[in-house]
């Protein structure tokens, strides 16, 4: 069974940083393509960030939004996937989600990833 929990949302101050950790269960971080995706109040849920599996050199690609500000990493020792968020702003608020995904070449989309996270909040203040 393959489990995803999330952990390190909170409130932070925009400007500010955060880390947020999903831990996995049931199976090797470095096998999936890990994502993570983020849903706002009144809005659908998106594509924030992933890091491919470790055979395929582990590349990383980001939402446009994202890009330059949050960095996606994984620790094969801990099986963790990680999401360094740096300079948060308010509308980077939203219930952030962990997700695993088999070899896919649709990446970005939800409908790719195979088993989620329940989720974990981050409210960026401004």
């Known amino acids: 069974q393959v489990q995803l929990v999330e952990s390190g949302g909170g409130l932070v101050q925009a400007g500010g940083s955060l880390r947020l950790s999903c831990a996995a269960s049931?199976?090797?971080?470095?096998?999936?393509?890990m994502g993570w995706f983020r849903q706002a109040p009144g809005k659908e849920r998106e594509f924030v960030a992933c890091?491919?599996?470790?055979?395929?050199?582990?590349?990383?690609v980001y939402a446009d939004s994202v890009k330059g500000r949050f960095i996606i990493s994984r620790d094969n020792n801990k099986n963790t996937v990680n999401l360094q968020m740096n300079s948060p702003k308010p509308e980077d608020t939203a219930v952030y989600y962990c997700?695993?995904?088999?070899?896919?070449?649709?990446?970005?989309?939800?409908?790719?990833?195979?088993?989620w996270g329940q989720g974990t909040q981050v409210t960026v203040s401004s």
């Open positions: 890091i491919s599996q470790s055979w395929t050199g582990s590349f990383t």
């Open positions: 997700a695993a995904a088999g070899p896919t070449a649709y990446y970005t989309r939800q409908s790719a990833y195979n088993y």
């Open positions: 049931g199976h090797t971080v470095g096998n999936y393509i």
